[in-house]
């Protein structure tokens, strides 16, 4: 192994500790109040050197975000492979099941994903940073919108934008998510979102289930 092969393995390594520590502090502290230092000592480094790998904790904490968003979109592709395969009924099932997959992969980072997207928090990363959040989070719209597509093209939904529906589904979820969140903080041991989000999809998909005229006989199941 040469000289600059060594050196770029010792920095992933590196890396990667930081970014161990850095997902402990976030999950106990919060991005709120956790700081470069507690990462720092959890890390058992130097604030100065965590600098070296992020300019900042909004950066840091972003670069822990893409693993959601990676997964998500594994998820997303696995959907759309198997789509053949899936009855008409199934499609909104399996989009719900998979985005509930990707909250019990990471609930924290994911709930702190969406308060990150919906701050100001991404004005502060790098150009690099932000074009890999956003052309990850694009893909997932995009592979959202294909199962709305052919669920259009069949009649089973509605004929409505299909990224205006995949983004009314991902409004739904992350609503729901933050707001089953929100009351957990009150009471630890309320925990609803599962029952919460089968209610909510249920209705969803009823809502942009195409209905035919009285005199077509239905199709579907």
């Known amino acids: 192994m040469g000289i600059q092969e060594r050196k770029k393995r010792e920095r992933e390594r590196r890396r990667q500790q930081i970014m161990v520590a850095a997902k402990r502090v976030f999950s106990e502290k919060g991005l709120n109040k956790a700081t470069m230092e507690d990462i720092a000592k959890e890390a058992e480094l130097s604030p100065g050197t965590l600098y070296l790998y992020f300019k900042n904790k909004d950066e840091l904490f972003s670069s822990l975000s893409l693993r959601i968003l990676?997964?998500?979109?594994?998820?997303?592709?696995?959907?759309?492979?198997?789509e053949r395969e899936l009855k008409e009924g199934e499609r909104i099932t399996a989009l719900k099941e998979a985005m509930y997959d990707v909250y019990e992969f990471d609930p924290v980072m994911l709930i702190?994903?969406?308060?990150?997207?919906?701050?100001?928090?991404?004005?502060?990363?790098?150009?690099?940073?932000?074009?890999?959040?956003?052309?990850?989070?694009q893909s997932s719209i995009r592979a959202t919108a294909k199962l709305f597509t052919d669920g259009i093209e069949n009649g089973t939904f509605v004929d409505e934008h299909p990224i205006a529906l995949a983004g009314i589904a991902w409004a739904l979820f992350s609503g729901v998510v933050l707001w089953e969140e929100s009351k957990r903080i009150i009471d630890e041991e309320k925990n609803y979102l599962k029952e919460t989000l089968d209610v909510a999809f249920e209705i969803f998909e009823?809502?942009?289930r195409r209905r035919p005229p009285p005199d077509e006989p239905s199709g579907g199941e």
């Open 206 to 208: 009823r809502g942009i």
């Open 70 to 82: 990676q997964y998500l979109n594994i998820r997303l592709e696995h959907i759309i492979s198997s």
């Open 112 to 137: 702190n994903m969406f308060h990150l997207q919906s701050s100001e928090t991404l004005k502060n990363l790098s150009p690099q940073l932000l074009k890999n959040i956003r052309d990850l989070s």
